[in-house]
Every structure is written in structure tokens, then in C-alpha cells.
């Protein structure tokens, strides 16, 4: 008799693809979608970029790449050390928590994330900044639109968002006058500031 097949709710890696429906406003979902890394945990973590050997304000684990996660949620891992040498605002902890979360835009709200990520490519100004970036980073060719949606647009994203913010050091060389982010991204840009609470 042949084996039947074992259905579980383990995504690969043994996260479990049931994940509860967060609830509230669309800040609140994001930032219930991610556990943000205790002290001992950071420690622990290399806030080195791999592409450019560059220390980083902090980043977003999933999977095996968590250290000692509390539960199924990615882990936002905040560089205190780099923020406070930088001289961050008092708010710098919070607002960088939510920046992170900003990498779950895709999974909480992915028809506002699609939309946004169109109407971006669609501008000949956007595109070429984009890849300009890309080349900058290192990162081949062929590789851009995986890179853009997993990396890049998430930091567009935040870049916008946060330009210019005070109390974090990492965007102040954000603009969002000053960088080519093109009028229909703009736009969505600014509803969703609207919808986060942060115009």
C-alpha cells in the first residue's frame, strides 16, 4: 500500500503558514507582523550589509534566519549603537521599528503593495534610479526585479516616508522633493503616510 502524503501547516524552514490575521489600523497590523529582537538577541547579530561591507541601522530576519525567535513573526533587529553614535532623536526606536516593519507591506496589504511597485516601474525616472542603485550595490542585472520588490522598494518605501526625519539619523539622505520617486508613486506614497499617520 503506498504512503499517503503528510499535510502540515509548516511553510518551508518549519514556519507555520497559518499565521493569525492581524487586526487594526494598517500601523498596527505592521507592526504586530513583526517581534522586534531583544538586547541579548542584537548582540548576537552582524550589522554588516554583504554586498557592501557597510555596518547597517538594522534589518529584518525570517525563516532560519532568526536568532532564538519568540515565535513565528519576522525579527526586526534595531543597531542602538549605530543610531546613538549618530545622535538619534529620543523617537528614533519607534520610528525605526515601524521603518522595518515596512518589509511586511507586501504580505499585509499586497494589492496597495503591487500597485505602488507598478506604478513606480512605470516611470522612465524611477526605473533608472532604481537600476542605478542596483548597480551601486553590486547586484547583477538579471536579478532586478527580485531585487527590487525583496530589497529596494521597501527602502523606497521608508525613504519616503521618513525623509528627512530627525530623530533618525539614516534618513537624512532621503527627500521626498529631491529624489526621483515620480508622480503616480507619490501619489500612493502619500495616501499611505495618510493611512500610517505620518504626513
Do not use: C
Amino acid at each position: 500500500m503506498p504512503r499517503m502524503p503528510v499535510w502540515t501547516d509548516q511553510a518551508p524552514g518549519g514556519i507555520s503558514a497559518k499565521q493569525p490575521e492581524p487586526k487594526g489600523t494598517l500601523k498596527e497590523r505592521l507592526l504586530a507582523s513583526v517581534s522586534v529582537a531583544p538586547p541579548e538577541t542584537v548582540q548576537q547579530f552582524n550589522f554588516v550589509n554583504p554586498n557592501t561591507g557597510k555596518e547597517t541601522w538594522g534589518d529584518v530576519m525570517r525563516g532560519e534566519d532568526r536568532i532564538d525567535p519568540p515565535d513565528d513573526r519576522a525579527q526586526v533587529f534595531i543597531n542602538d549603537k549605530a543610531y546613538e553614535a549618530a545622535g538619534a532623536g529620543p523617537n528614533y526606536r519607534e520610528k525605526a521599528i515601524l521603518g522595518e516593519s515596512l518589509h511586511n507591506l507586501k504580505h499585509i496589504d499586497p494589492e496597495r503593495y503591487d500597485r505602488m511597485e507598478k506604478a513606480a516601474l512605470a516611470d522612465p525616472t524611477y526605473r533608472r534610479w532604481a537600476e542605478e542603485s542596483m548597480i551601486h550595490e553590486g547586484v547583477h542585472q538579471d536579478d532586478f526585479a527580485e531585487w527590487h520588490r525583496r530589497s529596494r522598494f521597501d527602502q523606497v518605501i521608508g525613504g519616503w516616508l521618513q525623509a528627512g526625519d530627525p530623530d533618525i539619523p539614516s534618513m537624512a539622505g532621503w527627500s521626498r522633493t529631491a529624489l526621483p520617486f515620480g508622480k503616480p508613486l507619490t501619489a500612493e506614497l502619500e495616501k499611505l503616510a495618510k493611512d500610517l499617520d505620518m504626513q
